[in-house]
């Protein structure tokens, strides 16, 4: 591929978006791509330095604005250090969560200003958007279900600890964003078998990268 592939999974917690895209990469690796898989936030080391933060809610008494603010540039520098470069070079790059994330938590559950955050997501993702958009749909009480199970005695993180009826609002916002945008966004059913999922995920990312080698397909971000 002249240039890369951009895919985004969002989805609420315990969705499965990690054993996803691992199960993906290398799926997608055998196949001979060059794979870069990365998360947010995090990514880069500018960004990994913002993700403890965020992520222990050391910025919530400071409110969900200083929170997208510093979500912000963490996915800046995540953009510019290693999705720009890893795209540009034709790797097919799969991240944990993107500009969607920050839409729902911050926007939508955060009571933002919709102008705020748009002109925010503009200067920050600076054009890079997702080629493809997985939002992995499951019900939020499941999600959580799993989410504790996974992280067995840990501490929940800062957005994990939230009130049933705030995870549900997201779940909502999510598919309001798949609905407003078809061209990019799937939704998947992530309640299924976990195989199953894997395959619908795989033939989805397969026709997408097909469609997208088709002349007069190609964006240029």
């Known amino acids: 591929m002249s240039r890369g592939f951009f895919i985004t999974f969002e989805g609420g917690e315990g969705a499965g978006k990690s054993t996803q895209i691992e199960g993906l990469a290398a799926s997608l690796r055998e196949a001979g791509h060059d794979v870069i898989v990365t998360r947010e936030p995090g990514g880069s080391a500018g960004a990994e330095a913002v993700r403890h933060v965020l992520l222990s809610g050391a910025a919530e008494p400071f409110g969900a604005a200083m929170e997208a603010v510093l979500f912000a540039a963490a996915r800046s520098d995540h953009v510019e250090q290693v999705i720009r470069p890893a795209i540009a070079r034709g790797a097919v790059v799969l991240c944990d969560r993107f500009l969607d994330s920050s839409r729902v938590y911050q926007g939508v559950t955060g009571n933002l ?109």
């Open 113 to 221: 200003d919709a102008d705020f955050m748009a002109n925010l997501e503009r200067v920050t993702v600076n054009g890079m958007k997702p080629d493809l958009t997985l939002i992995l749909d499951i019900d939020p009480e499941e999600g959580l279900r799993r989410a504790t199970a996974r992280r067995g005695d840990d501490t929940p993180d800062r957005f994990e600890k939230e009130k049933l009826s705030i995870h549900r609002r997201r779940r909502k916002a999510f598919l309001e964003i798949a609905k407003a945008e078809p061209q990019r966004c799937v939704v998947i059913d992530a309640d299924a078998d976990p195989e199953k999922v894997a395959a619908t995920i795989l033939r989805t990312v397969s026709l997408a990268m097909a469609e997208a080698q088709s002349p007069g397909k190609r964006s240029t971000a």
